[in-house]
C-alpha cells in the first residue's frame, strides 16, 4: 500500500463513529470480539465487519492468544494521520499569524474615528 493509499484507508476506518469507539476501548487494552460487541446494538458479524476496515487500514492488529484472539490497537498509521494533520495545522497556523499581521497594520495605519454611517436619515411624519 502506498504512503497516500494508507492515509485514505486510516481516514476511511475513522469516519465511522463504530470504529472510533472500538479503537478508544481498544486503547484501554486488548479486547476480543465479544467484549468489543458489548456496548453496541448490534451483532458480533457487524463488530468483526468493522473490526476487519479497521485491520485494513492498519489500526488494529490481532493476537492469538492459546484459544483466544483478542485485537490491540497499533499507533504507527494514527501517527501517520496525525503527522499529515500537523502539516496543514502548522500551514493554517501561519496563515492566520501572517493576517493577524496583516490587520495589525492596517489597523494601526487607520484613523481612530469611528466610521460615519451610510444609513440615509430617518423619515419622520
Known amino acids: 500500500m502506498t504512503a497516500a493509499e494508507r492515509l485514505d484507508a486510516t481516514f476511511a476506518a475513522l469516519a465511522d463513529s463504530t470504529r472510533r469507539a472500538i479503537l478508544a476501548r481498544l486503547a484501554q ?10 456496548p453496541f446494538a448490534m451483532s458480533q458479524p457487524a ?13 488494529i492488529s490481532t493476537v492469538q492468544d492459546a484459544q483466544r484472539r483478542p485485537r490491540k490497537i497499533e499507533g504507527a498509521r494514527l ?3 496525525t503527522a499529515w494533520l500537523e502539516e496543514y ?11 493577524d499581521e496583516l490587520l495589525s497594520e ?7 474615528k469611528p466610521a460615519k454611517s451610510k444609513r440615509p436619515p430617518r423619515r419622520t411624519r
Open 106 to 112: 492596517l489597523q494601526a495605519k487607520s484613523p481612530t
Open 89 to 99: 495545522r502548522q500551514f493554517w497556523e501561519s496563515r492566520y499569524s501572517a493576517l
Open 29 to 38: 487494552g486488548g479486547a476480543s470480539v465479544a467484549e468489543l460487541a458489548e
Open 79 to 81: 501517527g501517520e494521520a
Open 47 to 59: 463488530i468483526s465487519k468493522h473490526l476487519k476496515v479497521l485491520e485494513h487500514a492498519g489500526l
